[in-house]
C-alpha cells in the first residue's frame, strides 16, 4: 500500500473522515475537561437517583472538541436492589458510532468497585476518560459523588530562566534551556522537578593559613544541594580554640539556602571533633564556611570534615 498524508490535495481532495481526523487531532492536547482541580466539580448529585453535570463545561476526546452546553444535563442513575454497595462511574464517552462525545453514566458491579475505563482504539468502539464515581448504596433514594476528572493539562514549553510564561497555571511544566532546569507552576511558585549542576569545586583560597587536602566539591540535583566538604591543613600559626576560622570554601549563590545556616561535624587531628558552620544566603557570611567550637589546631594540623551535608534550594 503506497504512503499518504491528509489533508492534502492529493489525497481524497482534501476530504478527510472521522477516522482519519482522529488519528490527525489526537495528539493535539491531551484526553479530559479543562479546567484544574480548585473548579467547581464537572457532576455533583442530582435528585433522587441522578446526577448533574453542571454548564459551560468543555472537554476533548482523541481531539474532539465537548461542550456541556449553556444548562446543567440530568443523568439517571440505575436503582440498586442487589443488597450490595454499586460504584458507577460519571465518563465522558467518544461512540465511534456517531462520533460524538457525552455524559453518560456507566454503571458498575454491585460489590466489584468501579467499572473499568474502555479505550478502544481504531475505527470503532469507544473510549472514555473519567469524570466522577458515584456510589449507590443497596436500596439507596440518593448517591454520593466523588470527583475524578481527568484534566487536560499542559504541554512542556521550552524557555529561559527570564521567559518563563508570566500567566501560568497550575501545572504547567517548563524547561529553561539555559539552565537545564525542568520545572512546576505550583498555583504559586515555580517548583524545580528536575535539575542536574554535576560536580562542581568550590575551593578558593581565601588566606594562606589553610590548604586543600581533598577538593570541596558541590552538587545539585532537583533541588537538592550535596556538598563533600573535604579536608583541609593549617598552614602557618596555630589556631586558638576560642578562635573561629573560615576555610577556603565558598558556596555559590545558587546553591545556598535562602535562610536557614548548615552544620556539619569534622574530625580534628589529635583525636579531636569541631563543627563547622555553613552560612546561608539570608546570614551575613552569605556561602562562606566556617571551622567553629573546636580544640586548638597546631600548624601542620589536619581537618577531615563530614561527607555528605544536604539541604533543600529553589
Known amino acids: 500500500m503506497a504512503q499518504n498524508s491528509w489533508p492534502s490535495p492529493d489525497y481524497n481532495a482534501r476530504a478527510v473522515t472521522d477516522s482519519e481526523y482522529e488519528q490527525l487531532a489526537a495528539r493535539f492536547s ?42 446543567t444535563v440530568n443523568l439517571t442513575v440505575g436503582a440498586n436492589a442487589s443488597g450490595s454497595t454499586r460504584t458507577d462511574r460519571v465518563v465522558l464517552r467518544l ?5 460524538t462525545i457525552r455524559a453518560v453514566v456507566k454503571a458498575g458491579t454491585p460489590g466489584s468497585g468501579p467499572p473499568a475505563l474502555t479505550q478502544a482504539l481504531g475505527d470503532t468502539g469507544v473510549y472514555e476518560v473519567p469524570l466522577a464515581r458515584v456510589t449507590v448504596l443497596a436500596g439507596a433514594a440518593a448517591v454520593t459523588v466523588t470527583r475524578e476528572e481527568l484534566y487536560i493539562g499542559t504541554r512542556i514549553r521550552p524557555c529561559t530562566s527570564t521567559t518563563r510564561n508570566p500567566n501560568p497555571v497550575p501545572g504547567e511544566a517548563c524547561y529553561e534551556t539555559d539552565t537545564g532546569r525542568l520545572r512546576l507552576w505550583t498555583g504559586a511558585a515555580w517548583a524545580t522537578v528536575f535539575d542536574d549542576s554535576g560536580d562542581v569545586e568550590i575551593n578558593t583560597l581565601i588566606t ?9 566539591v558541590i552538587e545539585r540535583r532537583n533541588g537538592i544541594v550535596c556538598l563533600r566538604l573535604g579536608s ?25 539556602h535562602r535562610s ?47 561527607s555528605g551535608p544536604s539541604w533543600v534550594v529553589d
Open 232 to 256: 583541609f591543613r593549617r598552614e602557618q600559626s596555630s589556631l586558638a580554640g576560642s578562635s573561629e576560622s573560615r576555610l577556603p570554601v565558598m558556596i555559590p549563590a545558587a546553591f545556598r
Open 260 to 306: 536557614r545556616d548548615q552544620y556539619a561535624l569534622a574530625y580534628v587531628e589529635g583525636i579531636s571533633i569541631g563543627r563547622i558552620t555553613i552560612y546561608s544566603a539570608a546570614s551575613d557570611r552569605p556561602g562562606q564556611v566556617w571551622l567553629v567550637q573546636k580544640p586548638t589546631i597546631s600548624a601542620g594540623g589536619y581537618v577531615l570534615t563530614q
Open 95 to 99: 461512540d465511534r458510532a456517531t462520533w
Open 30 to 71: 491531551d484526553d479530559g475537561v479543562d479546567g484544574r482541580p480548585s473548579d467547581p466539580a464537572i457532576v455533583t448529585a442530582g435528585a433522587g437517583l441522578s446526577v448533574n453535570v453542571r454548564a459551560d463545561a468543555y472537554g476533548s476526546i482523541r481531539g474532539r472538541a465537548w461542550s456541556s452546553g449553556s444548562t
Open 208 to 216: 594562606p593559613v589553610w590548604s586543600v587536602g581533598v577538593t570541596p
